[in-house]
Antibody, heavy 119, light 108 residues
C-alpha cells in the first residue's frame, strides 16, 4: 500500500525555522513528483511547493518563495520542507502529496503536520 | 494566477438526493487539468476526479465530473451518508496549482 507518513507537529516563534519530513513507502519513490499543500485553521487548501523526481525542478507559491525550500532524498524515500523566516500566517496543517502520473493530480496524501507560529 | 470560484459555498441535502457542485475558473484551464477532492473533518483530502471526468481508483460511480474551458461540475447522483464533506476543485496551469475555496455539503 502507498503510504506517506509525516513528522510530528511543531510550535515555533515568528522568524524561526523548522523542517518537515514525509516518509514514503509502497511505491517506487524516485518515479514521482511530490508536493506540499497547506491548510490554515478553518480555511481551504493552498498549494505551496513541488519537486520533480530527481529534485532538478522545484516550484513555489509566491507566499513562500524565498523562505521555504523543498527537497528530497530518493535513497531515504523522504521528502522535506525547510521553512524559514516563519510568519504567524504560516500557521497551518501541512500535507505532503504524491503527484499521479501525467495529469497533475495528487493521488496520495500524508496525514498532515500541524505547524503553529506564535510568540 | 488562475482563480477558481466554487458555488454554492454550502449545500444542504438529504441522502438519496442529487448534488451538483460548480467550479468556475478565471481563465481557461489548460488541457482540462481540473481535479476534485473530498475532505472530511480531521482527514487529509482524498482524490475523487482528475482530468475533469476520470474517477480515481476506488471512487464510486455515483461521483461524476464534467465541463471544459472555464466551467466544471462535480455531480453526486445519489447521496450516501458518507458523502457529506467539503469538496475542493483544483487546477494546474502556468506552473502553479490553485484550489477553489470549497463547497461544504451538509446533511439536511
Amino acid at each position: 500500500d502507498v503510504l506517506l507518513v509525516q513528522s510530528g507537529g511543531m510550535v515555533v516563534k515568528p522568524g524561526g525555522s523548522v523542517r518537515l519530513s514525509c516518509a514514503a513507502s509502497g511505491f517506487t519513490f524516485a518515479d514521482f513528483s511530490l508536493h506540499w499543500v497547506r491548510q490554515s485553521p478553518g480555511k481551504g487548501l493552498e498549494w505551496i511547493s513541488q519537486i520533480n523526481w530527481d529534485g532538478s525542478s522545484r516550484f513555489y507559491a509566491d507566499a513562500v518563495k524565498g523562505r521555504f525550500t523543498i527537497s528530497r532524498d530518493n535513497s531515504m524515500h523522504s521528502l522535506y520542507l525547510q521553512m524559514s523566516s516563519l510568519k504567524t500566517e504560516d500557521t497551518a496543517y501541512y500535507y505532503c502529496a504524491r503527484e499521479g502520473t501525467g495529469w497533475n493530480y495528487f493521488d496520495f496524501w500524508g496525514q498532515g503536520t500541524p505547524v503553529t507560529v506564535s510568540s | 494566477e488562475i482563480v477558481l470560484a466554487q458555488s454554492p459555498v454550502s449545500l444542504s441535502l438529504s441522502p438519496g438526493e442529487r448534488a451538483t457542485l460548480s467550479c468556475k475558473a478565471s481563465q481557461t484551464v489548460s488541457r482540462n487539468f481540473l481535479a476534485w477532492y473530498q475532505q472530511k473533518p480531521g482527514q487529509a483530502p482524498r482524490l475523487l476526479i482528475f482530468r475533469t471526468s476520470s474517477r480515481a481508483t476506488g471512487v464510486p460511480d455515483r461521483f461524476g465530473g464534467s465541463g471544459s474551458g472555464t466551467d466544471f461540475n462535480l455531480t453526486i447522483s445519489r447521496l450516501e451518508p458518507e458523502d457529506f464533506a467539503v469538496y475542493y476543485c483544483k487546477q494546474y496551469g502556468q506552473m502553479r496549482y490553485t484550489f477553489g475555496q470549497g463547497t461544504k455539503l451538509e446533511l439536511k
